[in-house]
């Protein structure tokens, strides 16, 4: 009896052991585990930081290829190529004034084009950008010396205040946005701006802000919806092109007579009517076109022949005297139709 005592104390006992042995083994096997584990995230991330500076280097030189000098100015050119969005590491290349990117996919305009001082031309048409970024201009990273910015045929739907202040700003396109529909009033503090073309977008009046612009050379608002012209447009007395063609115009303020500068006026595919009177003395427009519009009266000038020998200069300029003519002959013949009117009711009293 004893001896089975024994026996059984020593087997518990030995069990005992086992599994005392068994949970060191167990805790040495987990400890070990999460040890490779631990590795293997500390590895994973150097490989991870190692692939991004790779990635980055890659990114850096390909960018470098597309750099080009062109009469003492250093551009960077992508055209045609996947780039939906430009790597932080552009950032080394701050001494690129000029930005000519077309067709690239590319989504948004980065948040570090601020860092980029000394970029003379932004250049980012045909892409699917849907804002303009407000770090365009902010704090220290002011685009001081931006003078071009063209956003033609992506998908801008506002222009922000700050865009207003790129003081040195002369070029501004944003042509087929289609969406775009109004400007900030503090768009008129942009002193400089010469060339704007908002053509193809949803513009239904000429904003004020527009009108304001007291450098404005060449204005293209053609495209959009614009069922009318501010009474006081002869404010923009620098303008000398106005490109109005495809809208809803039905009539045209007499003030657009006073507009001195004016040079080229098209007007081609509205709803005019008829034709102010006054602009007869705009001796200074050298073309204007009213092409398909529903003008009261039925006037056809002459057809005149082009000379064989006459250069393609000369035909374009008769082209553009014949649209000036044919305005000419409008308002004469409107004025005769209207005597005639008048001298009949005075027979008939």
């Given amino acids: 009896m004893f001896l089975f005592q024994q026996e059984v104390v020593m087997t518990v006992a030995a069990c005992g052991s086992v599994r005392s042995i068994k949970a060191l083994w167990e805790t040495r096997i987990k400890r070990r585990e999460e040890e490779q584990s631990r590795r293997s995230l500390r590895g994973g991330a150097m490989v991870r930081l190692s692939l991004g500076v790779w990635e980055d280097r890659a990114a850096l030189a390909r960018l470098k290829d597309k750099l080009q000098m062109e009469d003492g100015c250093l ?5 045609h190529e996947e780039w939906k969005s430009l790597p932080s590491c552009l950032i080394q290349l701050r001494e690129v004034q000029e930005w000519q990117i077309h067709r690239a996919g590319l989504q948004k305009i980065p948040p570090f084009i601020s860092s980029f001082q000394s970029l003379l031309v932004l250049d980012l048409s045909r892409n699917g950008i849907s804002e303009i970024p407000k770090q365009i201009v902010l704090f220290s990273g002011k685009l001081t010396r931006l003078r071009e910015l063209m956003l033609n045929y992506n998908r801008i739907q506002f222009v922000p205040v700050e865009l207003s202040y790129c003081e040195s700003l002369e070029k501004l396109e944003l ?6 529909s109004c400007l900030p009033d503090q ?12 053509s193809m977008n949803d513009f239904t009046c000429l904003p004020d802000s527009v009108v304001g612009l007291p450098a404005l050379e060449w204005l293209d608002m053609g495209g959009n919806r614009l069922q009318h012209l501010p009474e006081d447009i002869h404010r923009m007395g620098k303008l000398h092109t106005f490109w109005l063609q495809r809208n809803e115009l039905q009539k045209l303020p007499e003030n657009i007579s006073r507009m001195s500068g004016l040079d080229t006026l098209v007007l081609s595919s509205n709803r005019l009517k008829d034709i102010p009177p006054l602009m007869e003395d705009m001796s200074q427009l050298r073309f204007v076109n009213f092409r398909d519009n529903p003008l009261t009266l039925d006037v056809t000038l002459p057809s005149r022949k082009m000379e064989a020998n006459m250069d393609e200069e000369d035909q374009e300029d008769d082209r553009e005297m014949y649209g000036r003519e044919f305005m000419k002959l409008y308002i004469r013949e409107a004025r005769t139709r209207a005597y005639t009117v008048l001298d009949m009711h005075r027979t008939s009293r």
């Fill in 175 to 180: 042509a087929m946005n289609r969406v775009l």
């Fill in 187 to 198: 768009f008129r503090n942009l002193n400089r701006l010469q060339h704007l073309d908002l």
């Fill in 75 to 79: 551009i960077l050119r992508i055209e």
